[in-house]
């Protein structure tokens, strides 16, 4: 595919001149302290990544990038640019995928590409970008970068002055001759705080002296931490494991950071290769440091329930000087006038007889209320129409939106264009997405979400098996056709949408949906404390509880030298011999060993990165744990016995996760790919293994019955071949 690189003309020759003089620098260089004096004079670069690589906002994003989503009736990427203006960044790199043309006409018409910017921003496109690692080799091959430069995402929301990180960062670099590769900005938070979600929870063990990493762990799904033990036997003489600090997603780096994207393809996220700078530290001797602030404000907008916590930040003047009154982004028509309560009106805003703004509320330009509504703890876009008799709380209504009369709507999202007809309720973590109408009197219960694009268009990837025939696709595409259209049971009489999700404490693919676009709040939950912690009796000995039998420990110890396998790249042979250890010691049958080393290696990808994924994301990181781990499979898995032990853990899993029910025959084709299991057993299992209704159901998934039937053809065709 193509890629696009805009710049200006007055950009294009600044980044010329800039680029000659970093190359005749770096050859001319030949007194002591040259090198160290240009680092000083180069300007302040940062890498913006306006792209998230997933797909926590669909089906919001699928009209608009989500650094382009108003937050305070600003979009997310201006606050981006405005906090790296302020911190004294000149040179800005905005990589945009996903829409990147409605990114790159934002920023044209933005202040930051006027002459008088004091930031030059050029924008660069490419439909390849799939993660951040690809942006940072594509960096490091247009050697774009001179110095150190600050990375970020376009999403994140910050007023911290990053000035003292950035002089640690450079005084450690001369003093260590460039060892510190990057440091990490945290900001003191406590456990539980609602600026911190638990997607990003970490825990971090650092040098108390020098601010070193030693350990980095996202904690979420776990309930049992794990350290190396090289962090306790470090030279050094004081360190800390520390909770209370929330990642701002803001990282200065040295120009060596893209280099090392480029030498390690298995890079793809920050978080790879900060896991992969610890690993290899003794080898590749560079060093990752973090600087910790009490003051300031930083957060990244990475689910809904971090929307409406940032969006409250804002409006509450936690972000000051970034407040709605400021105008910073210098736009026609986003003025307004402050007032007591955090109330904010903008211009040509008109408000109905009786109506009340409690505390905290911003609305947009030209926005019409009607009478006797009440409004608190929420934000109104430009030229809205509110109805009478409307109650706003927490509700985040975006521009162009006509809200009928008689309307509730709590803790919910309302794109751009929508129509709420009379007598709607909207239950709390609402989303309709843009051009949706709803209603008449019609209540959406909690969690529902409305988009014009009809929900298999999402899910055909997914869907889809690639043991499905030809004219099999082709019904299955008919049958989605007959189905789109509107259902006035889901949006009302004058409704037009489909629905995306109806949350239902029985239907675990809504949940999961719902934490995927929520994302999932850190609720500390006194019932869930790691079993290491301190007992309350002082006479109490420290040891697992009662609740944890033999198994169960023994499935966490088989987790624990799993995790650190991959950490340290330990051989198959030590693994299966600490496994076997653990057998004996916790008097374990081979058929449990079998079925608990199953579950633990299906379970990993939810165990890292939460219950939230996609069956795509979830296969896309089980299949290469499946490769890795295959011998230490096939070390237990002999005896025809041992594959139908195998097989009904596999059976236990999916019927826990029938979210995930897309990605079982692409997981079950790939462990007889790998000869984990064998075409005889997997058939054997099929024919005789269903024993409850949940099992039968199971096996009358369309794509399972197309796996087997393709094994039976296939074993007919050898016995054939055979004879």
């Given at each position: 595919m193509t890629q696009l690189v805009f710049v200006s003309t007055c950009e294009s020759n600044m980044a010329a001149r800039g680029a000659k003089q970093g190359r005749s620098g770096a050859v001319l260089s030949g007194r002591k302290g040259a090198d160290e004096q240009e680092e000083e004079e180069q300007p302040l670069q940062a890498v913006l990544v306006?792209?998230?690589?997933?797909?926590?906002?669909?089906?919001?994003?699928?009209?608009?990038?989500?650094?382009?989503?108003?937050?305070?009736?600003?979009?997310?990427?201006?606050?981006?640019?405005?906090?790296?203006?302020?911190?004294?960044?000149?040179?800005?790199?905005?990589?945009?995928?996903?829409?990147?043309?409605?990114?790159?006409?934002?920023?044209?018409?933005?202040?930051?590409?006027?002459?008088?910017?004091?930031?030059?921003?050029?924008?660069?496109?490419?439909?390849?970008?799939?993660?951040?690692?690809?942006?940072?080799?594509?960096?490091?091959?247009?050697?774009?970068?001179?110095?150190?430069?600050?990375?970020?995402?376009?999403?994140?929301?910050?007023?911290?002055?990053?000035?003292?990180?950035?002089?640690?960062?450079?005084?450690?670099?001369?003093?260590?001759?460039?060892?510190?590769?990057?440091?990490?900005?945290?900001?003191?938070?406590?456990?539980?705080?609602?600026?911190?979600?638990?997607?990003?929870?970490?825990?971090?063990?650092?040098?108390?002296?020098?601010?070193?990493?030693?350990?980095?762990?996202?904690?979420?799904?776990?309930?049992?931490?794990?350290?190396?033990?090289?962090?306790?036997?470090?030279?050094?003489?004081?360190?800390?494991?520390r909770h209370d600090l929330l990642d701002c997603h803001i990282s200065i780096c040295s120009p060596q950071v893209a280099e090392l994207f480029t030498d390690n393809f298995d890079y793809q996220s920050r978080d790879d290769f900060v896991r992969g700078m610890l690993v290899n530290e003794e080898i590749l001797d560079n060093q990752i440091h973090m600087h910790v602030t009490k003051d300031g404000y930083g957060a990244r907008v990475s689910n809904l329930l971090m929307y409406d916590s940032v969006s409250s930040d804002v409006v509450r003047r936690w972000v000051y000087p970034l407040t709605p009154e400021?105008?910073?982004?210098?736009?026609?028509?986003?003025?307004?006038?402050?007032?007591?309560?955090?109330?904010y009106r903008g211009s040509g805003v008109s408000l109905g007889h009786g109506s009340q703004m409690e505390e905290n509320v911003l609305i947009g330009s030209d926005t019409n209320i009607g009478a006797n509504c009440y409004i608190c703890n929420s934000v109104i876009g430009n030229n809205c129409t509110i109805g009478d008799n409307v109650t706003l709380d927490h509700a985040y209504i975006w521009n162009n939106v006509h809200v009928a009369s008689n309307v509730m709507i709590?803790?919910?999202?309302?794109?751009?264009?929508?129509?709420?007809?009379?007598?709607?309720?909207?239950?709390?973590?609402?989303?309709?997405?843009?051009?949706?109408?709803?209603?008449?009197?019609?209540?959406?219960?909690?969690?529902?979400?409305?988009?014009?694009?009809?929900?298999?268009?999402?899910?055909?990837?997914?869907?889809?098996?690639?043991?499905?025939?030809?004219?099999?696709?082709?019904?299955?595409?008919?049958?989605?056709?007959?189905?789109?259209?509107?259902?006035?049971?889901?949006?009302?009489?004058?409704?037009?949408?489909?629905?995306?999700k109806a949350s239902s404490l029985d239907d675990t693919e809504d949940e999961e949906i719902s934490q995927c676009l929520w994302g999932l709040v850190l609720n500390p939950d006194p019932e869930s404390e790691s079993e290491d912690s301190e007992p309350e009796d002082p006479d109490d000995p420290v040891i697992p509880s009662p609740e944890l039998d033999d198994v169960k420990v023994f499935q966490l110890e088989v987790l624990g030298t799993l995790q650190r396998g991959l950490e340290e790249n330990i051989s198959f042979d030590n693994l299966v011999l600490e496994i076997n250890s653990l057998k004996y010691a916790y008097n374990i049958t081979l058929k449990e060993v079998m079925q608990i080393l199953t579950r633990v290696v299906l379970e990993y990808p939810l165990q890292q990165q939460g219950p939230q994924l996609t069956p795509s994301q979830y296969v896309a990181l089980l299949l290469p744990l499946l490769k890795k781990w295959a011998p230490v499979f096939k070390n237990y898995v002999k005896r025809a016995q041992d594959h139908l032990d195998c097989l009904s853990a596999f059976e236990e899993h999916f019927l826990e996760q029938e979210s995930?029910?897309?990605?079982?025959?692409?997981?079950?084709?790939?462990?007889?790919?790998?000869?984990?299991?064998?075409?005889?057993?997997i058939l054997r299992w099929f024919s005789q293994g269903a024993t409850t209704d949940e099992s039968r159901q199971l096996r009358k998934n369309q794509g399972l019955q197309k796996f087997i039937q393709w094994l039976e053809e296939a074993e007919e065709s050898s016995e054939e071949e055979g004879d």
């Open positions: 306006a792209d998230s690589f997933n797909r926590r906002f669909f089906p919001v994003t699928k009209d608009q990038p989500r650094a382009l989503l108003p937050l305070g009736n600003v979009a997310m990427v201006d606050y981006t640019l405005e906090f790296l203006t302020s911190t004294g960044v000149q040179e800005t790199f905005v990589f945009c995928c996903w829409m990147a043309g409605e990114i790159k006409e934002h920023l044209l018409r933005s202040k930051w590409c006027r002459p008088s910017s004091p930031n030059t921003v050029h924008i660069i496109t490419s439909e390849q970008y799939r993660s951040l690692g690809d942006v940072l080799r594509d960096v490091d091959a247009k050697s774009l970068l001179r110095s150190d430069f600050v990375l970020i995402y376009g999403d994140v929301v910050s007023n911290i002055d990053i000035s003292p990180a950035l002089h640690e960062h450079r005084h450690r670099r001369k003093m260590e001759k460039n060892v510190s590769v990057m440091t990490m900005i945290f900001k003191e938070s406590s456990p539980g705080h609602k600026s911190r979600c638990e997607e990003d929870d970490v825990i971090v063990a650092m040098d108390s002296k020098s601010q070193r990493i030693l350990h980095y762990q996202k904690t979420q799904g776990l309930k049992r931490l794990q350290f190396p033990m090289n962090i306790f036997h470090n030279r050094s003489d004081e360190f800390e494991i400021a105008n910073f982004v210098d736009q026609k028509g986003l003025s307004c006038t402050y007032s007591r309560h955090n109330v709590s803790q919910s999202l309302v794109c751009d264009k929508v129509e709420i007809k009379e007598g709607v309720k909207l239950n709390r973590r609402c989303v309709l997405a843009y051009n949706v109408v709803i209603g008449p009197n019609i209540s959406l219960t909690e969690g529902t979400v409305v988009s014009m694009h009809h929900p298999d268009e999402e899910e055909e990837d997914d869907d889809d098996d690639e043991f499905l025939s030809d004219d099999a696709a082709v019904g299955h595409s008919k049958d989605k056709t007959k189905l789109k259209v509107f259902n006035p049971a889901e949006v009302g009489a004058c409704g037009k949408g489909y629905i995306w995930h029910w897309a990605a079982m025959v692409k997981v079950l084709m790939n462990m007889y790919q790998l000869e984990i299991l064998e075409e005889e057993t």
